[in-house]
């Protein structure tokens, strides 16, 4: 690592070149490819990052899905760094070695956005609050958990719960509470 520079130059790109390619097989079964543009996309990935998570100078941004999801692209690499973001790659799963693990990486890294998927929330929600709250987790402002589209009712509790324990100062609507 100490013979590579520390910089990466810039690479001057049309707003049409593409950026990735994503292929799904959808309800057909088949393999079909769609095609995300520069601008259009990293604008998008940018202004969401920014503005939807309340992304400031200097916080910590963490999106624990997996890098591969359209999600995890999206939100661990692409948002994040184009706003000069700093943001933390999760691997593993949120249970080894413990239901703690994503609090413990909270806490090191003092994340003040978190974000996840209700799959994530359900499966550590059952492991009970005493992981959350061995943890200092007052560096965090937001918490986000994508939504279930096939499933809008599945997890609603569970995600009110998770939301209460990780952040105590938190309200339905995501407000901070007076004080806190």
């Known amino acids: 690592m100490n013979s590579e520079r520390t910089y990466c130059p810039i690479e001057h790109?049309?707003?049409?070149?593409?950026?990735?390619?994503?292929?799904?097989?959808?309800?057909?079964?088949?393999?079909?490819?769609?095609?995300?543009?520069?601008?259009?996309?990293?604008?998008?990935?940018?202004?969401?990052?920014?503005?939807?998570?309340?992304?400031?100078?200097?916080?910590?941004?963490?999106?624990?899905?997996?890098?591969?999801?359209?999600?995890?692209?999206?939100?661990?690499?692409?948002?994040?760094?184009?706003?000069?973001?700093?943001t933390v790659l999760f691997e593993s799963i949120p249970l080894y070695p413990d239901a703690g693990r994503?609090?413990?990486m909270v806490e090191r890294h003092r994340v003040t956005q978190f974000y996840t998927s209700p799959t994530a929330i359900r499966s550590v929600a059952r492991e009970g609050d005493a992981f959350v709250k061995a943890h200092d987790r007052s560096s965090l402002r937001v918490l986000g958990a994508w939504a279930s589209p096939s499933t809008p009712r599945?997890?609603?509790?569970?995600?009110?719960?998770?939301?209460?324990?990780?952040?105590?100062?938190?309200?339905?609507?995501?407000?901070?509470?007076p004080g806190a």
């Open 154 to 177: 599945r997890g609603a509790g569970t995600t009110r719960w998770w939301a209460k324990a990780a952040a105590p100062w938190w309200t339905p609507g995501g407000r901070r509470k």
């Open 102 to 104: 994503y609090w413990d």
């Open 13 to 86: 790109m049309d707003s049409e070149d593409t950026l990735f390619l994503l292929y799904t097989s959808g309800s057909t079964g088949r393999p079909k490819g769609v095609a995300h543009t520069t601008a259009g996309y990293l604008l998008q990935a940018a202004l969401t990052h920014r503005y939807v998570f309340d992304y400031h100078d200097g916080d910590v941004f963490a999106c624990v899905a997996d890098i591969g999801w359209i999600t995890g692209h999206s939100y661990v690499v692409y948002g994040p760094l184009c706003n000069g973001a700093t």
